[in-house]
């Protein structure tokens, strides 16, 4: 058979607009086979057809609730994004406390390993970046997320990561208050312990000079220099976007999209110049031993005690507590609200169908 050129448009035609209609995801059906999930306003499907078997399952996914939302197989749903956020939680409190240990001492000297890549890079670039201190924080921010990266990818732990995720996993049963406890307290020791042997690394080999340690003089200086107040929320600030980068990390299923997750908020919080407790535990001994102008008190009671508590609000309360709310069972009573209020919505909906379809039947005859 051959085709002429007005058929070879019309097919090309075809296929465009199948393009733009065809489903995203597939399904199989337990009686049947493929079936296709086309958007709800092209759907002509008659009322009997919606309630056969075949289509049953296609309407029901349509609701106002985004945890039904179809979503493709590279990208979790809010709530399924949720879940995991907490079993994520769950199976890092559950560790050997010497497995935690020994995963939160490596994640510290990975953001020992991204907080001297940064000093080194922006401290360095010289006349461009006096005239230009836009283009300094530019670049430390650029960089920085590589840190986050390299935890989440290889199953580290942070203190600032488990105060969101393990209270996500309280707040689901999935954990006691003991597992809680103790998972922040050695997470805590272990990124101190991390983060310690990458300042002492880096001074010891020489890195902490020149431009480098211009800029760790007065990001340590400065970080000293607010009032406990400030450093507080500062803390909570930036503590809100790393666990929202630990949750935009775990909805994305592949590491291009956990790398754009983590990358965005992360480069947020360091631009804004905010307070991360652990970013602190590596840049405050590095400070200590270029012997500035800071005493331990300073750095303890100044900014790592009203910093350690400003991240643990941000992650147990303002993220982990508002998306249980939204999500899991700290919302539960709420959410049985919304289901009938939905299902009210939709009976409404259907009546307002059937009436224009009525009215469009008298016309007619």
């Not at 559950?94 to 995963?103: G, N, T, W, Y």
Request: hydrophobic share 45%; aromatic share 8%.
């Amino acid at each position: 058979m051959t085709f002429g050129t007005r058929q070879i448009v019309l097919l090309s035609l075809l296929s465009g607009a199948a393009a733009f209609t065809a489903p995203s995801t597939l399904r199989v059906g337990p009686s049947h086979a493929v079936v296709a999930r086309t958007p709800l306003m092209m759907s002509k499907e008659t009322e009997e057809e919606k309630s056969s078997d075949e289509n049953k399952s296609e309407h029901e996914s349509y609701s106002l609730d985004l945890s039904k939302t179809i979503y493709t197989s590279s990208l979790k749903s809010p709530k399924d994004s949720y879940i995991a956020f907490a079993e994520k939680g769950a199976a890092n409190a559950k560790m050997a406390k010497r497995k935690i240990f020994h995963q939160s001492v490596l994640g510290g000297c990975y953001v020992g390993f991204g907080g001297l890549l940064s000093l080194c890079v922006a401290g360095n670039i010289g006349g461009i970046g006096a005239a230009n201190p836009g283009l300094v924080k530019m670049a430390f921010a650029a960089l920085f997320p590589v840190n986050l990266l390299l935890i989440i990818t290889t199953g580290g732990q942070l203190f600032t990561g488990n105060s969101a995720t393990v209270a996500a996993a309280r707040y689901e049963g999935l954990v006691d208050n003991y597992e809680l406890v103790r998972s922040w307290a050695i997470s805590m020791i272990g990124n101190v312990v991390g983060c310690g042997i990458m300042a002492l690394a880096a001074w010891y080999v020489g890195c902490l000079s020149g431009g480098t340690a211009d800029l760790l003089a007065k990001t340590a200086v400065g970080k000293c220099g607010g009032s406990v107040g400030q450093n507080f929320v500062k803390a909570i600030m930036c503590n809100w976007m790393v666990s929202l980068a630990v949750f935009l990390s775990g909805a994305s299923n592949d590491l291009a999209g956990k790398l754009v997750g983590v990358w965005f908020p992360i480069s947020t919080f360091v631009a804004i110049g905010l307070e991360h407790s652990v970013a602190n535990m590596f840049i405050m001994p590095a400070a200590l031993l270029l012997n500035l102008p800071l005493t331990i008190g300073d750095v303890i009671l100044k900014n790592i005690l009203p910093v350690l508590a400003g991240n643990a609000i941000a992650g147990a309360i303002v993220v982990a507590a508002s998306y249980s709310y939204q999500f899991g069972r700290l919302g539960g009573k709420r959410r049985a609200i919304f289901a009938e209020k939905l299902s009210e919505y939709e009976r409404k909906k259907k009546e307002l169908k059937d009436k224009a379809e009525a009215a469009k039947v008298v016309q007619m005859s």
